[in-house]
């Protein structure tokens, strides 16, 4: 065997802001050696897409090493593009002279349904260009309920008594990497249009390290998108990435002969 290219099962509402059924083959179910590296994906793909359109899925979403240039290279020239990362950073603080006139903390539980309008607002973020991504925000309750279920934590930054900013911790990410007991991962970030360029979030960042390097973990990872301008140079600043994934969404009539491919 000289590659492979795996994925989960096909599933419907791709990437939850879509209405058409999607495939992903996720961090180490794809790979190949280095020998004719570009050419092995290009016809592991092949065969593979063949199979993922006559089950449906016309988004076909693969995630690779951030480092595997040349696998990149093949699927964007069959039409990929890229479309999120996973990355990490050690639990240490970002060296920079704090901002002042905010107050950061660690929300007590009875304190999170104060989240939910950041947490709509981030949804109107995301329909934003160029994300363009229309995704159903969860009622409060059900925000709620997946906090509590998730065991997520949340980290705060107020001006003036008010909520402007918030970082959303969790146990554990989408990877591999994203697992064991030193490990934490953040789940959800936004802050209010008007108080950025401030360096509030980096302070906010700096404040929930402090706290969970004192608890003794070690490492915190994050998943976004590339399609955010503001939140993909924020990420890429200040942690490393690791993972690319590239998507395609295929020509949906195909699916009026698939009976032929």
Same mark, same amino acid.
């Given at each position: 065997?000289?590659?492979?290219?795996?994925?989960?099962?096909?599933?419907?509402?791709?990437?939850?802001?879509?209405?058409?059924?999607?495939?992903?083959?996720?961090?180490?179910?794809?790979?190949?050696?280095?020998?004719?590296?570009?050419?092995?994906?290009?016809?592991?793909?092949?065969?593979?897409? !063949?199979?993922?359109?006559?089950?449906?899925?016309?988004?076909?979403?693969?995630?690779?090493?951030?480092?595997?240039?040349?696998? !990149?290279?093949?699927?964007?020239?069959?039409?990929?593009?890229?479309?999120?990362?996973?990355?990490? %950073?050690?639990?240490?603080?970002?060296?920079?002279?704090?901002?002042?006139?905010?107050?950061?903390?660690?929300?007590?539980?009875?304190?999170?349904?104060?989240?939910?309008?950041?947490?709509?607002?981030?949804?109107?973020?995301?329909?934003?260009?160029?994300?363009?991504?229309?995704?159903?925000?969860?009622?409060?309750?059900?925000?709620?309920?997946?906090?509590?279920?998730?065991?997520?934590?949340?980290?705060?930054?107020?001006?003036?008594?008010?909520?402007?900013?918030?970082?959303?911790?969790?146990?554990?990410?989408?990877?591999?990497?994203?697992?064991?007991?030193?490990? %934490?991962?953040?789940?959800?970030?936004?802050?209010?249009?008007?108080?950025?360029?401030?360096?509030?979030?980096?302070?906010?960042?700096?404040?929930? $390290?402090? $706290?969970?390097?004192?608890?003794?973990?070690?490492?915190?990872?994050?998943?976004?998108?590339?399609?955010?301008?503001?939140?993909?140079?924020?990420?890429?600043?200040?942690?490393?990435?690791?993972?690319?994934?590239?998507?395609? %969404?295929?020509?949906? %009539?195909?699916?009026?002969?698939?009976?032929? $491919?």
């Amino acid at each position: 065997m000289v590659g492979f290219l795996c994925s989960v099962e096909p599933f419907e509402n791709a990437f939850r802001s879509t209405d058409v059924r999607g495939v992903f083959s996720p961090m180490g179910a794809n790979g190949a050696v280095m020998e004719n590296h570009s050419r092995i994906y290009a016809v592991l793909y092949q065969a593979a897409a !063949k199979k993922w359109v006559k089950a449906g899925a016309v988004s076909h979403a693969i995630c690779l090493y951030e480092h595997d240039e040349e696998a !990149k290279q093949q699927l964007f020239r069959y039409g990929f593009g890229m479309r999120c990362a996973d990355a990490i %950073r050690p639990m240490e603080t970002i060296e920079c002279v704090a901002c002042g006139g905010y107050e950061f903390l660690e929300l007590p539980r009875e304190d999170y349904a104060s989240v939910y309008p950041l947490h709509l607002a981030l949804n109107e973020h995301y329909c934003s260009s160029p994300f363009f991504m229309n995704r159903k925000p969860n009622t409060q309750e059900a925000f709620l309920t997946v906090s509590e279920r998730n065991k997520e934590r949340f980290f705060a930054a107020k001006k003036g008594g008010e909520l402007c900013a918030y970082l959303e911790v969790s146990d554990t990410g989408e990877t591999f990497v994203a697992s064991g007991d030193f490990y %934490r991962h953040i789940m959800g970030a936004y802050c209010l249009p008007e108080h950025r360029g401030r360096g509030v979030y980096r302070d906010l960042l700096n404040y929930a $390290i402090n $706290i969970l390097k004192a608890e003794g973990y070690t490492r915190l990872g994050v998943d976004f998108e590339s399609i955010n301008p503001s939140g993909c140079g924020f990420w890429h600043k200040y942690f490393h990435a690791y993972t690319n994934s590239v998507v395609r %969404r295929i020509d949906e %009539r195909i699916m009026q002969r698939v009976s032929l $491919i």
